[in-house]
């Protein structure tokens, strides 16, 4: 176990005899006659040796003394320090909790995996090239409910555990909603029993670490790696090549009986090879033993090194070959605006699809010899068109490998994958030039034809009798985009090989149908449905906010809400009771009092808790109009400038504070970043809005900041022009922790106004049947603005809030009838909404009881109730949770094993063995020495 899962050697139950005397411990003539009894050679039976090694890999203990005894070891032996040297870094000190976690882990990770096997499940595969995880500690002790142990061991040995959570760095595996979204599934398939696998890539430096500098955005990089990552496991015996560029030569089909798609065989010669390691993950689940794995993939050189050109002084040749393979999952999103970053971007993608389908496929075939059966073990799920490449991966294992005929391959692949849509912008959906794939992958752009010939016949003939030009609708499906540049359209790709392709929200799903691909959903109808997202309760209610969690379980009296979120609508009675509302907005009150001492701490800007706190944190883009807020702010500067001491008396004290990433090559997203620094500088510096008004940008924006911003919330903006944001979770989150939301009817905010009710959120702007209307007349200079509107944007071009170069610029997307995102239509409505926020905090018995009722009607937005959905309509799968270890009498099992009379358990007459790792035979065996199972010889598990 130590040498093939990589972790350090564990003391199970068992102890050596202790040794009295000095001189014994260092005299090994001594101890050699000692232990000469305990471990003479002998060669036990097979069934007692079998059933040895399940009593010494027996489960670790959680009683104080057994974790203080192995986080010592850890310290020790791990990271060979002394107490007094891990007593003062903090870093050690995580280092060591997080191995002692590990471990535990890993012994539920193991059996899972082998009662899966056993039970002989289908599994899903869910395939995303972003995992946006946070920091594991905290969350994995939770899940292990080893909390209040952990603390009181640690606490008694001198240490302050909460301190050590904040040491940890969050795994740079993704960026946005679309990692922390896969992050909550994985959480909640593995707390729901499913099973299920991720895969990712293995990403070195992540996206970047963004920094501000004279108010721009500065990307550097993010090496998380930077002090190792205790929860992965590296597996150098699971490798796989990739091969990229090369040849495809083509020979005629032997088999005189075959149809014209199989007349010729196909094989493809790639010149570049690359090796892709696995790095696994235990991903724990809540109140289960189910442990499920992330499996990533890094890539490494097939050839290390070049000794001949060391040898002959061309050292940077030598390496060249190494530094190229490892580039390829060097960075999450390599900037594609050259054609270099272009063929880097999809080397990354094929490279994730190509050793995934080889792991998934090699570990079918462990148990079943006949691959046209896959699709009754294997049901992969598409997280956006990154991994649709997979799609023609799969055709070409299944063809020329395989050598299955078209049809039946085709056939395979279309039930075996499923496509998650995350957009209903066509810009966002991804496009590959022809030239590009057919020079990187050569035989997969000929399989992409292929499709795309079969797939055009049947568009022709399901649209020949119906009244429409059939030339546009094939141009229009066509997975090759012949205007301009012909490039490949992957999202038609992803759409044609899956069997379902769902939206994330109620809305998004039903504008796939009617705006993005209404031809594909009047062929496929059954094809498309609607999964709303969903966030885990564990890590964004348990987790993140322990006042509001524990306020919730005393009140009703369990804390079975965290996995049945339906228990949440009991907080509705509480709604208007003084006390409970007083206890709530204590819990709000410390939760704010946290996020201040963390701007404090960490910026060395004091901002004040009994203000109300305005947060907008989310990716920069112009449809998710950052710009109108910081507009807004603008307008309140200007108003609350404009005052006498009398009139600011009734001004709402107010601190507004941004954070996000714009892409590095989304120039207008970091202007509007530049935009909020100037605005800020400004406002926070001048006297007159001391105590009033303060604006902030927290840099470098992820989980481990979320988990501080969303508890101390009183507003959260979620202001996407509608129609344009799919569903959005950051509105889910913030709105469990009772943050009110401001917002358009757009994406998943349409379905929490359903759940809390209108009266419980601040709504403004059109909607989306409305949209079009609306930039028409924009277009077409019917749009004009508001007198507040102009004199806010003219302070911004008069340079009131500093020297801003590309002012211009900015200005321009909103200007000269292009205003696409609407903002100047929906400014005085959102100027209303505002002022009813204002009006509503005065009222604080309202806004809390608007708070609490906002808690008790977030039930739906659970991330459980999403995964259950994609279980029973897509993938097919059933829950299939662990029965756990038994607990077995060792001194009954001595009897069956005499060799395990040579260790001494007086301490522990008891162990926890997991039968997975057991024959039938030998379970029945060990169950026969469990006290709770001696009544019985049935046992379900087998």
Sequence with gaps: EYLLCNMSFRSSTISIPKRKQQDD???????????????????????????????????????????????????????????????????????????????????????TELYFDNQDVKKVFYLSLEFLLGRSLQNAVESLNLSENFSRSFTNLGMDMENVFEQETDAGLGNGGLGRLAACYLDSLASTNYPAWGYGLRYQYGMFHQLIKNGYQLEVPDFWLRWGNPWEIERFDIQFPVYFYGEVTSRANPDPHCNSDDSTLFTWEGRETVMAVAYDVPIPGYDTFNTINLRLWSSKPSKEFDFDLFSNGDYFAAIENKQKSETITSVLYPKDNTSAGKELRLKQQYFFVCATLQDIIKNFKRKESDITKLPEKVSIQLNDTHPSLGIAELMRVLVDIEQLPWKQAWEITTKVYAYTNHTVLPEAL?????????????????????????????????????????????????????????????????????????????????????????????????????????????RWMSVCNKGMSNLITDTLNSDSWIKDTQKLEDLRQYADDPEFQQKWRDVKQANKERLAAYIQKEFGTSIPVSALFDIQVKRLHEYKRQFMNILSVVWRWKQISAMSMEQRADVLPRVVIFGGKAAPGYDIAKLIIKLINLVADKVNNDPYMEGLLSVHFLPNYNVSLAEILVPASDLSQHISTAGMEASGTSNMKFAMNGGLIIGTMDGANIEIRNTIGEENMFIFGVVTEQVEEKRKDVREGRCVWSKSFKETIKLIEDGTFGEFPECRRLLDTISHNN????????????????????????????????????????????????????????????????????????SQLGTKVPHLNNFSYENSPTSMVALERLSPMDARTMQSF????????????W
């Design 25 to 111: 411990m260092l005299n090994e003539e001594a101890l050699g006659a000692r232990y000469a009894d305990d471990f003479q050679p002998s060669k036990p039976s097979e069934d007692s040796a079998s059933l040895l090694w399940a009593f010494l890999s027996s489960y670790l203990p959680t009683d104080e003394k057994s974790l203080q005894r192995l986080f010592v070891q850890r310290v020790e032996y791990d990271l060979a320090l002394t107490y007094e040297q891990v007593k003062k870094d903090k870093k050690e000190q995580f280092a060591a909790y997080a191995l002692c976690v590990r471990d535990r882990l890993i012994e539920r990770w193991k059996d």
């Design 930 to 941: 469990s006290p709770s199972y001696r009544t019985t010889r049935n046992d379900t598990l």
């Design 430 to 538: 991804e496009k590959w030039p022809v030239s590009l794939v057919g020079y990187l992958l050569p035989r997969h752009l000929q399989i992409i034809y292929k499709i795309n010939y079969h797939f055009l016949l049947d568009v022709e003939e399901f649209w020949k009798d119906k009244n429409v030009d059939i030339h546009y609708i094939k141009r229009k499906l066509s997975l090759i985009e012949e205007e301009h540049e012909k490039k490949v359209r992957m999202a038609h790709l992803a759409i044609v090989g899956s069997h379902h392709v769902n939206g994330v929200a109620e809305i998004h799903s039903e504008l796939l149908k009617t705006d993005l691909f209404p031809e594909f959903f009047a062929m496929f109808p059954d094809k498309f449905c609607n999964i709303t997202n969903g966030v885990t309760t564990r």
């Design 819 to 890: 205003d696409y995102y609407l903002i100047a239509e929906d400014w005085e409505d959102y100027l209303r909404a505002q002022a009813e926020v204002d009006k509503t905090y005065k009222d604080q018995q309202r806004w809390t009881r608007m708070s609490i009722l906002s808690t008790a009607g977030m039930a739906k937005f659970s991330s459980d109730r999403s995964v259950i959905e994609y279980a029973e309509k897509i993938w097919g799968i059933k829950p299939c949770p662990r029965p756990g270890p038994i607990i077995v009498d060792n």
